[in-house]
């Protein structure tokens, strides 16, 4: 697999990549990505903009946790994520200030935060070179042959950075991320239309 021609293909059909989560604030980027477990980026944006309104992330530290729950109730998992929210709020002010750090340690600390949005938090606030893989991301490079089969996540992550060496991580992950959402799907993938067809193994 040549590593040019896929950057010049996801390029041309994906060329100025964005976060689409909704955030204004350090804070609110890690919610909304802690949120978007188990749930689409659309239905998070539709929730956070009434959440972060109402609150800061002071006033989440005394929040009514039944209020959070009620708001953010389309995501699933409401009962959990709103003891979560609660949580990162009272570390976040208590050990930062109110600030998201640059500190993997501590970020994977966190209740409902593991090592991809924790990657999403450095690269995307930080411009840390991190490689966030989700679903998406892994589905498309196990496909393209980046990655095996039977590789976890952290495996299919090291082989990425590997591969992509001196690219924007960011930028790869947010084309990867889209491209598997758009076009290479998990079920009914677009293989007639790809643009790797004549290269992917799948």
């Known amino acids: 697999m040549d590593k040019n021609k896929i950057i010049e293909v996801l390029d041309e059909i994906i060329p100025d990549p964005k976060c689409s989560l909704l955030y204004k604030k350090d804070?609110?980027?890690?919610?909304a990505v802690m949120l978007s477990a188990q749930c689409t980026d659309e239905r998070v944006n539709q929730v956070t903009p009434n959440l972060?309104?109402?609150?800061?992330?002071?006033?989440?530290?005394?929040?009514?946790?039944?209020?959070?729950?009620?708001?953010?109730?389309?995501?699933?998992?409401?009962?959990?994520?709103?003891?979560?929210?609660?949580e990162i709020a009272r570390r976040l002010v208590n050990e930062y200030g109110g600030i998201v750090p640059n500190n993997r340690?501590?970020?994977?600390?966190?209740?409902?935060?593991?090592?991809?949005?924790?990657?999403?938090?450095?690269?995307?606030?930080?411009?840390?070179?991190?490689?966030?893989v989700d679903t998406h991301v892994e589905r498309v490079a196990k496909r393209l042959g980046l990655a095996c089969q039977n590789d976890d996540v952290l495996e299919v992550e090291k082989k990425l950075c590997v591969f992509f060496q001196d690219e924007s991580y960011l930028k790869?992950?947010?084309?990867?991320?889209?491209?598997?959402?758009?076009y290479c799907t998990s079920r009914n993938p677009k293989c007639e239309n790809c643009p790797f067809k004549e290269i992917c193994k799948f």
């Open 27 to 31: 804070y609110e980027l890690l919610i």
């Open 52 to 86: 972060f309104t109402k609150y800061d992330i002071f006033s989440l530290v005394e929040a009514s946790q039944e209020d959070i729950c009620n708001i953010i109730r389309p995501c699933g998992n409401m009962n959990k994520k709103s003891g979560y929210i609660k």
């Open 105 to 132: 340690e501590f970020l994977e600390s966190l209740p409902g935060v593991g090592r991809k949005t924790t990657n999403v938090l450095l690269s995307n606030l930080f411009a840390e070179q991190a490689f966030a």
């Open 172 to 182: 790869l992950h947010h084309q990867l991320l889209l491209f598997g959402r758009h």
